[in-house]
């Protein structure tokens, strides 16, 4: 059966990603190997509902990636991308600093080490709807808290452990992962944080804290019973401007607004996400001229952003794109109808399904160490696989959204997890053994919710 070959090409692209090869490309090309074993079967019928045939199929393989890219760039992309320019911009001018000091200050109060890796650990969460980037997070947070975590006696290890899952559940607009849930489920981004996120997130984020707390204490205590010594944490601290403390108001702005303007609040003024960051990228540069007086820097400020948008182009759209690439080559050799029809025949429930989809992505999001890269491959069977089992779409996306991050905290290749490492002079694996239990609690509490409640 042609649709068996895609089990193959599956894990022999974990294999490379795994190697270290780039994803990107590893996906465009087991993407077009797929539609490629689709065609010599049979099925010349593979093109997005954007796309029109070029009469040749040899050349519609790569109309795919065309019309896969002109839909991302226009709805999705756009949104990841100001997204990427407005948090480079609230680093450049020192918001994202000013914001953290605000938040972690009064951490310093408490005099048990474990008790603030586990308050971290909910700060950072919360921040990281704010500052979406997982390794920017967890190094602004280093810097910020190293005086106060030496001060306590945190170790490196532990340290190393809590701040490398603060961004593990990809909350709120700013998210790339989230945004793709919110255009999955047919809703806006906002609408998706307080409706569904909101739902299950604070109790997954309560289990991770105390289990943070148990575990940090109980390898602090293994380790020092066998001899080991701490290493002292290497903090990189990347040059930024000093900001007034109000400027911890600005990387909010976008969140509020995207909340006020809608129908939570008032619904007769509709405000999209990348409306929300130009406004405020707006508001930013006209604070910024306001305490620095230096028109000429503030209107150069601009490249910062639109810098920043092309990081994010590079890396997160392009990765979208070829993750969609990726599934159309799974549809078009037929693995979707199989997958679907296996769940129909079987009479595989909501539970199974939503199990057998949410150990994908973990497979995924572990062996490449990118939740990214493991939702975008596989959120967009979300509806069919709904639609199957008879459920919402809400009901299985929002347990595939949340455990991608989930799985990728404790990846020994993910990106986050070996920044958070390289700092506290320690392996990453032994970094994921202390993370391995938080998430693993997070990820089992996430789905008795999400079976309980949606």
Known sequence: MLALLAIPIILLTGYFIIKKYNTHA????????????????GNTDFLPSNATT??????????VIKALSSSTLANLGLIIMAVGGFSKYMSH??????????????????????VVLALTYIIGQILNIFIPSAVG??????????????????????????????????LGPGSGNSNRAAEVIG?????????????????????????HFFCQRYFDKRDAAVGVKAQELTVNEEESRTAPIWFAALPVMPLAILLVFSEFMISSIKVDVVTAMFFSLFIAMVADLIVNRDLKAVADSIKVYLAGMGTVFSGVVALIIAANTFVVGLGAIG???????AGSNLGLGYVPMMLMMVSIIGLTALLSGSGNAAFFSFSPLAPSVASTVGTSTASLAVPMQLSAGLFRSFSPVAGVVIACAGAANVSPVAVVIRTAIPMIGGILTLLILTMMLM
């Open 26 to 41: 590893a996906l465009f090309t087991a993407g077009l190997v797929m539609m490629l074993l689709g065609a010599l079967g």
């Open 54 to 63: 070029t009469g040749a199929v040899t050349f519609d393989f790569f109309i």
């Open 93 to 114: 001018i020192g918001a994202a600093n000013a914001m953290v000091e605000v938040v972690t200050k009064p951490l310093s109060v408490f005099k048990s080490p474990y």
């Open 137 to 170: 997070l967890a190094m602004l947070l280093l810097v910020a808290l190293y005086p106060v975590l030496v001060k306590i006696g945190c170790t490196p290890a532990a340290t190393a452990a809590v701040l490398a899952t603060t961004a593990c559940l990809d």
């Open 187 to 211: 809703v806006d981004a906002a609408n998706y944080f307080v409706a569904n996120q909101l739902v299950v997130a604070p109790a997954v984020m309560a289990v991770i804290a105390i289990l």
């Open 335 to 341: 693995f979707i109808d199989m997958l679907l029809g």
